[in-house]
C-alpha cells in the first residue's frame, strides 16, 4: 500500500512541483511500478495470495 501511495499520489505531486520550481514544461508522472507492464502489482498480488492461502491452512489445521 505505501509503495502505491507513494508511486501513485506522493510521487506525481513532487514531480509536478520540482518541474515548476525548474521553469520546465510539467509532463506526466510515469508510475514506476507500471512499467514493464505493471509486473510488480502482479508479483505482489501473488505474494499477498500465497500468504493468505497459507495463512488459511495454517488456520484449518489448528482447528483439528
Not at 520550481?21 to 509532463?27: A, G, L, R, V
Request: proline residues 5%; charged residues 15%.
Amino acid at each position: 500500500m505505501t509503495v502505491c501511495i507513494f508511486d501513485f499520489i506522493i510521487f506525481p505531486a513532487l514531480w509536478s512541483l520540482y518541474l515548476g520550481e525548474m521553469k520546465q514544461p510539467i509532463t506526466q508522472w510515469q508510475p514506476l511500478t507500471l512499467q514493464a507492464t505493471g509486473f510488480f502489482h502482479m508479483a505482489m498480488g501473488a505474494v499477498l495470495g500465497i500468504a493468505a492461502w497459507k495463512r488459511t491452512e495454517e488456520k484449518l489445521n489448528d482447528k483439528l
